[in-house]
């Protein structure tokens, strides 16, 4: 199987060539890696993880504790190489992911009104209507700008091609509640406090005023109800395993974190319970999934939403980002649909393409997955967090028997996908700098217009030759420089500044949390 790596243009690794094996782009980073102490990574490293530790940045992992003992309140691993992608290589990722959340957004909106796509037979139509996604609540109601996915998560892998050069495919959409943007924010704001120097000799593109555009974009779906909109959002609690996130973007967007609990219905318009008395709310930003959102239409024993709830939204009175119903377009059981959609919609040819997807609801891919399941990748099509999936190359002959058993009595709930060859980018970890697999989680704004910062959150696996980069299975982040086009500065600029020691980098540190 071919291999591709985002530093060097062979593998295995051999350090420090002068530039020999090295990628045009990464070529000032390893001559700055070349001339660093041995213990200078580690050093850094313990650092991070202590003002990872006092800012309060972690993850919630539901179930038993892990092998440490450590529980379920988790730091997210923190990787010190950046991922480095130039520039050329970014403007073609932006308009290949600003053509499939338009696309996609077309599709929710025809889907629940018009249904043209299925009424030409480019989907099947009990694909849709009998998906556990698909709420029928929502058929004809208007939303803002037409649009329902607001704040999309676009996962994105690189792998070889014919050729051994690396291409961009497009793994899964995340559009119900897209995580991860908080880690994104802090792990750029890690590598400035540690490697400032770094920047110095790199043009990286700003990535800090997210959550201004964030905001921004929930302005512009509020509803034509108001001409200033108040925007919240809207949080299951904090024993979710993402509330550090939800606390996060409510505080830099300088709106309310609210709960259930917090809002209430009256006159057909959603409030909030507030010292000063109620206040009406006209834009929730929510990280709630449908099913709780409102229990008089949907899960009745919910306490985590609002009652009434939804019959204020389809009224016009609320907005809720993203939209209630997005999750038949992110349903991986949809995900081979999308370039028809781009096609069927815009009228182009997708920029970003598909992994080749099997879908065993079909008797001939049924077949195929099961004579190929040693090697292929099988998902639930509702699955998340990379759990209820089968990696066939990394998996015993009695785990891949018993996920045949399951594929057998549900084949409908399954897809299967090659496994491709991740690409790899250098990771520091224990044993020293080692190849590991990487994808990227770009994150697109779409109100009036579509807007997104460049770059995203590029996840790793830390476990050697695992595929799997979700946080909750073993995963870390890394952060992700896109180079901005031009001449980038002298090397010889970062050669010049000495690291800041350790002492220095806490003071600046305490002294930009005050």
């Known amino acids: 199987m071919q291999k591709f790596d985002e530093m060097y243009t062979q593998l295995p690794y051999e350090f420090f060539t002068h530039g020999a094996q090295i990628r045009d782009h990464y070529k000032i980073y390893d001559e700055w890696l070349a001339r660093q102490p041995g213990d200078m990574m580690a050093k850094r490293r313990e650092e991070a993880e202590m003002i990872f530790r006092r800012v309060g940045i972690t993850f919630a992992v539901y179930g038993d504790k892990d092998e440490d003992g450590a529980g379920t309140e988790r730091l997210i691993p923190f990787d010190l190489i950046p991922r480095i992608i130039p520039a050329q290589e970014w403007a073609s990722l932006e308009r290949g992911l600003e053509q499939r959340v338009n696309a996609l957004n077309r599709f929710l909106y025809d889907v629940y009104h018009d249904q043209d796509i299925l009424k030409a037979g480019h989907i099947p139509r009990e694909q849709i209507e009998q998906n556990a996604q698909f709420r029928p609540e929502m058929m004809g109601v208007e939303v803002p700008n037409k649009v329902y996915s607001q704040i999309s998560g676009i996962d994105i892998v690189r792998a070889p091609n014919a050729r051994g050069e690396g291409e961009y495919y497009v793994l899964e959409d995340n559009l119900r509640v897209p995580s991860g943007v908080s880690y994104m924010l802090e792990d750029r704001k890690m590598m400035m406090r ?50 550090f996130e939800h606390a996060f973007l409510a505080q830099q967007m300088g709106i309310e974190l609210v709960e259930g609990q917090d809002l209430f219905v009256k006159d057909n318009f959603c409030y909030m319970r507030t010292t000063r008395g109620p206040q ?121 028997e018993d996920f045949r058993t399951a594929l057998l009595a549900n084949p409908s709930g399954y897809i299967a996908q090659p496994t491709l060859s991740l690409s790899s980018c250098p990771t520091f970890v224990e044993s020293g700098i080692a190849p590991r697999h990487i994808d990227l989680r770009p994150y697109v704004l779409s109100g009036k217009t579509v807007q997104m910062v460049p770059g995203g959150l590029t996840r790793v696996a830390l476990k050697e030759g695992s595929l799997v980069v979700n946080s909750s299975q073993g995963g870390g982040t890394k952060d992700t420089w896109i180079l901005e086009a031009g001449l980038a500065p002298a090397a010889s600029a970062m050669a010049a500044e000495p690291l800041q020691s350790q002492t220095q980098t806490q003071t600046q540190t305490q002294t930009q949390s005050a």
Do not use: W
Request: with cysteine; proline share 8%; glycine share 8%.
């Open 280 to 400: 009406r709310v006209d834009v929730i930003y929510r990280r709630v999934d449908d099913d709780f959102l409102d229990p008089k239409v949907f899960r009745p024993t919910s306490t985590l939403g609002c009652p009434g709830l939804l019959d204020v939204y389809r009224a016009g009175h609320v907005s809720i980002c993203n939209g209630v119903g997005t999750g038949v377009a992110d349903d991986k059981s949809i995900y081979p649909y999308v370039p028809k959609m781009i096609e069927f919609y815009l009228g182009e040819k997708p920029i970003l393409n598909n992994v080749p997807t099997y879908m065993c609801r079909n008797k001939d891919d049924l077949a195929y997955t099961l004579a190929n399941l040693k090697d292929l990748v099988v998902k639930e099509v509702h699955g998340a967090g990379g759990y209820g999936m089968l990696v066939g190359p990394a998996s015993t002959s009695a785990e891949i």
């Open 194 to 243: 540690l490697f400032p120097n770094l920047f110095n000799a790199h043009r990286v593109a700003p990535i800090a005023h997210y959550p201004d555009l964030l905001l921004e974009t929930l302005r512009q779906s509020s509803p034509a109800t108001t001409a200033e909109p108040t925007v919240v959002v809207l949080t299951p609690g904090m024993y979710n395993s993402a509330y």
